[in-house]
C-alpha cells in the first residue's frame, strides 16, 4: 500500500473546501446528499468544517459489484428523506471515474425539482471520465489507478484508512 494522499493533505483540503462551499451557500441551508457508502467519511469531515446550517442525506449506489472497474449499469438502492423542492442540493462523492453514477444520480435527482444542483468530490480521476459532469468543488485530481482509505474500498476493505493509498488494481486477490 502506498500513500497517495496523506492524512494532513486530506484534512487541509478538506478545510479549504467547506470555506468554498459556505462562502457559495451564505445565507442559505443547502442539502448535501453523499453517495453511500464512500463518501460517508467524507462528508462527516466535510461538514463538520462547515459553518453555514446544512442538511444530510444519502443514497445509495452501486456499479462496482466488487470489480475494480465499472461495470457501467448504475444501480439505485435507497431513496430520500428529505424533500428536495426549492432546495439547493449539493451531491457529495468519494470520486468521480467514468462519471456514469454522478450523472445518473443527477439526473434523478433534478426530477424532484430543486432550486440548484452542484457536485462536490473528494478526488477526480480526469483521464477515465465518459459522461460529461461538471464538478464544482474538487478535492484532488488524482491518475488513473485504483485507490483506497478514506471511505473508499476495495471489496468492503480499507474504508477506514485514514489517507488515500494507491493498491494494485488490476487483479484483485481477496
Ligand atoms: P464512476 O461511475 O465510474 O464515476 O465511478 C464512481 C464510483 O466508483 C465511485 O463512487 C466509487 O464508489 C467507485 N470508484 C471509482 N474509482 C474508485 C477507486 O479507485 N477506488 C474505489 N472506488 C472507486
Ligand atoms: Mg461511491
Do not use: H, W
Request: net charge positive.
Amino acid at each position: 500500500m502506498k500513500v497517495l494522499i496523506s492524512e494532513a493533505r486530506i484534512r487541509s483540503r478538506v478545510g479549504q473546501m467547506a470555506r468554498a462551499i459556505d462562502a457559495r451557500y451564505r445565507n442559505r441551508r443547502p442539502v448535501l446528499i453523499g453517495i453511500l457508502k464512500g463518501a460517508v467519511v467524507f462528508l462527516s469531515d466535510l461538514i463538520r468544517q462547515m459553518r453555514i446550517p446544512v442538511e444530510i442525506d444519502f443514497v445509495t449506489v452501486a456499479s462496482y459489484n466488487g470489480r475494480t472497474s465499472s461495470s457501467g449499469r448504475v444501480k439505485t438502492k435507497s431513496e430520500l428523506s428529505v424533500d428536495l423542492e426549492g432546495r439547493d442540493v449539493i451531491l457529495v462523492e468519494d470520486i468521480v471515474d467514468t462519471g456514469l453514477t454522478l450523472r445518473r444520480v443527477v439526473k434523478r435527482l433534478a426530477r424532484k425539482k430543486p432550486r440548484s444542483i452542484a457536485v462536490c468530490a473528494l478526488l477526480d480521476k480526469k483521464d477515465n471520465r465518459r459522461q460529461i459532469v461538471p464538478i464544482d468543488f474538487v478535492g484532488f485530481e488524482i491518475p488513473d489507478g485504483f485507490v483506497v482509505g478514506y471511505g473508499l474500498d476495495r471489496r468492503n476493505r480499507y474504508r477506514n484508512l485514514k489517507f488515500i493509498g494507491a493498491v494494485d488494481g488490476r487483479k484483485p486477490k481477496s
